[in-house]
């Protein structure tokens, strides 16, 4: 069974750029999860999905960051436009939904802004 | 905001020695879950004790939770040197799976 898949894994860019991040869950999970993590430190709930419906995104940077997912099933995150301390791992998940069961994380997406 | 906090920030011990690693948090909870993040990857599920749990145990790995002082502990017992990695307690306060992550604990093994 395919993990959850993210891509770009890196992604280098200037400030005040647009950059995108997707992803991929695993193959009926209903849950997906966009977390942000600086350096050195845990990651951090940026937006909950379940199905296309987003159940939690009171820590998503609304003015900058937005966040889709159109058919339920992969999901993109959009940062417009970047600034120096949006340098950081951003990390998809996904769960079945089910009560306490375990999140799946997918590689990240490493992005440096210049 | 994080609401566990793992201690020590980092450990570093040699093979075949028992790593111990504890995690605080501050509210209640339905459950506490530990994974680990190796260099560059994301984090894998280790194990998941439920608030009404005291011990788990998993292979290696040996898990307790103590609800009335906030706190849980993660036990590697005769480590290797691939249990590098960093390792995260990861609180889930209403039992739907928003998680709330602590900054970690760095655990080296050398050989």
């Known amino acids: 069974e395919a993990g959850v898949v993210q891509s770009p894994r890196y992604k280098i860019i200037e400030k005040k750029q647009p950059v995108a991040f997707w992803c991929n869950p695993i193959?009926?999970?209903?849950?997906l999860y966009w977390y942000l993590q600086n350096l050195g430190q845990g990651p951090e709930l940026l937006i909950r999905y379940e199905n296309e419906e987003a159940v939690d995104d009171s820590q998503l940077p609304k003015d900058r960051f937005s966040a889709e997912r159109l058919k339920g099933v992969d999901s993109t995150l959009k940062i417009q436009p970047a600034e120096l301390g949006d340098s950081a791992v951003y990390l998809c998940a996904s769960s079945s939904g089910l009560v306490t069961d375990t999140q799946y994380f997918g590689p990240g997406t490493r992005l440096t802004v210049l | 905001s994080q609401q566990g906090e793992e201690d020590p920030q980092a450990l570093s011990i040699q093979e075949g020695e028992n790593a111990t690693m504890n995690c605080s948090y501050k509210t209640s909870i339905n459950n506490l879950q530990w994974y680990r993040q190796n260099s560059g990857r994301g984090l894998v599920h280790l194990i998941l004790i439920r608030s009404n749990e005291r011990e788990k145990h998993s292979g290696r790995l040996r898990v307790t939770l103590d609800t009335s002082k906030k706190s849980s502990s993660l036990l590697i017992t005769a480590s290797r040197a691939a249990d590098t990695a960093s390792y995260f307690c990861a609180t889930d306060l209403s039992g739907y799976s928003t998680l709330t992550f602590g900054k970690g604990t760095m655990l080296l093994v050398s050989p």
């Open positions: 193959s009926g999970h209903n849950t």
